[in-house]
């Protein structure tokens, strides 16, 4: 039997552009208060909503956990579209950029699943691997 191969090349990395003014004042937050205070001063800045999902999931709080995440999901898929990602093809864990969107993924399947979502969990988990293998990996051991 005929193996079939795929002529086609691979999907190009997305490689999402950083926020350093984001990425420092998330460095400095230390409550609640401050991590909401960067959400809401950089909205578009995923890692403070995965923070934020975080610090709702060590509280035992899945629901704001829930909502943090899909928040900063829905963030990210749209710096990722801007980007040129297609809706397919690697988003690489090993650049910084991207580390809040594959870390709300792995936030948003984890509440799902504390919610009763286990559909949606999967799917998260599932596109977090096909996002990189190496995120999942290192947000699993986190």
């Given at each position: 039997?005929?193996?079939?191969?795929n002529?086609?090349?691979?999907?190009?990395?997305?490689?999402?552009?950083?926020?350093?003014?984001?990425?420092?004042a998330?460095?400095?937050?230390?409550?609640?208060?401050a991590?909401?205070?960067?959400?809401?001063?950089?909205?578009?800045?995923?890692?403070?909503?995965?923070?934020?999902a975080?610090?709702?999931?060590?509280?035992?709080?899945?629901?704001?956990?829930?909502?943090?995440?899909?928040?900063?999901?829905?963030?990210?898929?749209?710096?990722?579209r801007?980007?040129?990602?297609?809706?397919?093809?690697?988003?690489?864990?090993?650049?910084?950029?991207?580390r809040?969107?594959?870390?709300?993924?792995?936030?948003l399947?984890?509440a799902?699943?504390?919610?009763?979502?286990?559909?949606?969990?999967?799917?998260?988990?599932?596109?977090?691997?096909?996002?990189?293998?190496?995120?999942?990996?290192?947000?699993?051991?986190?």
């Amino acid at each position: 039997m005929a193996v079939m191969q795929n002529l086609l090349p691979p999907p190009p990395e997305t490689r999402l552009v950083g926020d350093p003014e984001a990425a420092a004042a998330l460095a400095a937050a230390d409550t609640d208060a401050a991590y909401a205070a960067v959400a809401g001063r950089f909205p578009t800045y995923s890692d403070a909503w995965a923070a934020l999902a975080a610090r709702a999931a060590e509280a035992g709080q899945p629901v704001a956990a829930y909502a943090y995440a899909r928040t900063g999901y829905h963030r990210g898929l749209d710096q990722l579209r801007r980007s040129g990602w297609k809706g397919h093809g690697p988003v690489p864990w090993a650049h910084e950029a991207n580390r809040g969107f594959l870390r709300c993924l792995h936030h948003l399947a984890r509440a799902a699943g504390e919610i009763g979502e286990a559909d949606e969990a999967a799917r998260c988990a599932d596109f977090l691997r096909d996002c990189d293998p190496a995120a999942g990996d290192a947000l699993a051991s986190a």
